[in-house]
């Protein structure tokens, strides 16, 4: 029997609340979750910027220069000897004591009638009279000579500062007139100091020959031998009282404000210097660095030692002090300085830390901070004095160069400024 057709059909249940919607939502916390993860591991796989030490190109003055150890020494000294055989008296000058030429008595010599000549030795006697006599004649044109050229390097000096301070004169050129002035200066002095010596020869072979002469009544007198020139005792080589041979040395002496800089390099840096290059002396005891020129680099070189045991072939550099005494009072002989050689400098170079360079197959390369990023650039250098180099191509001013990079840095590769 059928159900009458009103009859109403029972209807399907309807969830209501929040047990469907939390259902699904635990159904996708696994993704979720699964998604960070996934995420988390590749940020801490995503390559760091490499931290490095970052270097400016700039345009800045740049000197080339070789630094070594040199010493100071007095430029002309003369060693006073005993010119004949006899009892020295006790020398009673110490080191330092201040000397005049002609004047101040070095040392006495009793002879004890020892320096009479015989008709041979007074012949001799004479002829050394005669050629002191013409050696100094021949100092003194000299000293005239070396006066008028001194005079003359002055003038050209004044016309080079003048042409110089108005742009007409190159740099090189006015530099070469500085180095031609101070050496006639210095080729003045020498004259001088040839003059005096040769004068105190004059005298002394003449003293010789009037003591030494048959009967001369100054032979029973004690001989005095004075002082050749005007400057200072150096060193005293016989201070007590004794016998002394003819030649034997007694005293040296010379003009102590007078130095010149005798500076020890090895072979190689020699052959780069010329005279008349720019020489700063520095850690001598002064506040402030002294200035010198090359006057010449010695032919000859020399083997020796190093602390490391390695032989080494060097030669001497002998400079001239230009700063005047009074900047240097208490500056003696065979004092230690260190001395920078100019080889070469410019006002406006471009240069770089030299530590940003390196060769790659041949040719000079350096890494620029572009972007954030490593970009490999090759380079065209030129001089550099082992902290800055000059480069000539491949790089401009204001560029930011990687300094010192590792194996790690490539190209492309993402860094950062090491702070």
């Known amino acids: 029997m059928n159900p009458p057709a009103d009859t109403p059909r029972p209807k399907k249940p309807i969830f209501r609340g929040t047990d469907a919607p939390a259902a699904h939502r635990r159904r996708r916390w696994p993704y979720i979750a699964g998604g960070l993860l996934v995420a988390l591991i590749a940020l801490g796989l995503w390559p760091k910027p490499l931290p490095v030490e970052v270097g400016l190109v700039q345009v800045a003055p740049l000197?080339?220069?070789?630094?070594?150890?040199?010493?100071?020494?007095?430029?002309?000294?003369?060693?006073?000897?005993?010119?004949?055989?006899?009892h020295l008296r006790r020398v009673e000058l110490k080191a330092g004591?201040?000397?005049?030429?002609?004047?101040?008595?070095?040392?006495?010599?009793?002879?004890?009638?020892?320096?009479?000549?015989?008709?041979?030795?007074?012949?001799?006697?004479?002829?050394?009279?005669?050629a002191a006599g013409a050696a100094r004649k021949q100092a003194s044109a000299l000293e005239i000579r070396a006066k008028a050229s001194a005079e003359l390097a002055r003038r050209d000096l004044e016309r080079a500062k003048h042409l110089f301070a108005n742009g007409g004169m190159a740099r090189a050129?006015?530099?070469?007139?500085?180095?031609?002035?101070?050496?006639?200066?210095?080729?003045s002095r020498a004259a001088v100091f040839g003059l005096q010596v040769a004068s105190y020869e004059e005298e002394q072979a003449k003293a010789l020959l009037l003591r030494g002469s048959p009967g001369a009544g100054g032979a029973a007198e004690p001989l005095c031998i004075n002082?050749?020139?005007t400057g200072k005792v150096l060193r005293v080589f016989q201070e007590s009282e004794r016998q002394v041979p003819p030649g034997m040395p007694l005293l040296e002496v010379g003009d102590a404000t007078d130095l010149e800089v005798r500076i020890e390099v090895l072979s190689r840096d020699g052959v780069a210097i010329r005279p008349g290059a720019t020489?700063?002396?520095e850690q001598w005891g002064g506040p402030e660095p002294l200035e010198a020129r090359v006057r010449l680099v010695e032919p000859s070189a020399f083997t020796k030692i190093s602390a490391l045991g390695v032989e080494e072939q060097?030669?001497?550099?002998?400079?001239?002090?230009?700063?005047?005494?009074?900047?240097?009072?208490?500056?003696?002989?065979?004092?230690?300085?260190?001395?920078?050689i100019v080889?070469?400098?410019?006002?406006?170079?471009?240069?770089?830390?030299?530590?940003?360079?390196?060769?790659?197959?041949?040719?000079?390369?350096?890494?620029?901070?572009?972007?954030?990023?490593?970009?490999?650039?090759?380079?065209?250098?030129?001089?550099?004095?082992?902290?800055?180099?000059?480069?000539?191509?491949?790089?401009?001013?204001?560029?930011?160069?990687?300094?010192y990079p590792g194996d790690r840095v490539e190209d492309g590769v993402r860094v950062k400024q090491h702070l």
């Not at 070594?68 to 004949?84: A, F, H, I, L, W």
């Not at 007139?177 to 210095?186: L, N, P, S």
């Not at 060097?314 to 920078?340: H, M, N, Q, S, W």
Request: proline content about 4%; cysteine-free.
């Open 63 to 86: 000197q080339v220069t070789v630094n070594d150890e040199g010493q100071t020494r007095v430029k002309n000294r003369y060693v006073v000897s005993s010119p004949v055989a006899g």
């Open 97 to 130: 004591a201040p000397v005049k030429a002609g004047e101040t008595p070095l040392a006495y010599l009793e002879t004890g009638g020892a320096d009479l000549l015989d008709a041979r030795t007074f012949a001799q006697a004479q002829a050394r009279v005669s």
């Open 227 to 229: 002082s050749p020139v």
């Open 173 to 187: 050129d006015f530099d070469q007139a500085v180095m031609r002035d101070t050496a006639a200066q210095e080729e």
């Open 314 to 340: 060097r030669v001497f550099v002998v400079a001239d002090l230009i700063d005047p005494a009074a900047k240097r009072p208490t500056l003696g002989d065979a004092y230690r300085v260190e001395a920078r």
């Open 343 to 403: 080889l070469w400098e410019g006002e406006r170079v471009l240069q770089v830390p030299a530590g940003a360079l390196f060769q790659r197959e041949s040719q000079w390369s350096t890494y620029v901070v572009d972007g954030g990023r490593a970009r490999l650039r090759n380079v065209t250098i030129g001089h550099s004095n082992g902290m800055r180099t000059e480069i000539v191509g491949g790089l401009r001013e204001g560029d930011r160069v990687i300094v």
């Open 279 to 281: 020489v700063w002396l």
